[in-house]
């Protein structure tokens, strides 16, 4: 079956760094565009950073350009987020997505989440 499993999140000092992890499998990885999403205790849901399928290409929220960086290993079948300089506005449950449009139409699956607090 399809799985997005995360890994790597944890309690991190302000301006430490973490890298998390998300393995995927299930379904053709290179076929998907992959995100790292996260959401807050009482906010709604955010796109983090965004890559494509080769991963030539990658977005980021305002918020976090400059500090993290998304990348993927289609060998490996995973794609990973570097965070570096890490503020407590960063706690948040961070959400591995992948997104394609196939032939028979829009496909998404979603991990459970990995917890990173970043606090003193």
């Known amino acids: 079956q399809v799985q997005l499993v995360e890994s790597g999140g944890g309690l991190v000092q302000p301006g430490g760094s973490l890298r998390l992890s998300c393995a995927a499998s299930?379904?053709?990885?290179?076929?998907?565009?992959m995100s790292w999403y996260r959401q807050a205790p009482g906010k709604e849901r955010e796109l983090v950073a965004h890559?494509?399928?080769?991963?030539?290409?990658?977005t980021y929220a305002d918020s976090v350009q400059g500090r993290f960086t998304i990348s993927r290993d289609n060998n490996k079948d995973t794609v990973y987020l570097s965070m570096n300089r890490l503020k407590p506005v960063d706690t948040a449950l961070y959400y591995c997505?992948?997104?394609?449009?196939?032939?028979?139409?829009?496909?998404?699956?979603w991990g459970q989440g990995t917890q990173v607090t970043v606090s003193s």
């Open positions: 997505n992948a997104n394609a449009i196939l032939s028979w139409g829009p496909v998404e699956y």
């Open positions: 299930g379904f053709t990885f290179t076929r998907y565009n």
């Open positions: 890559i494509s399928r080769g991963g030539l290409t990658t």
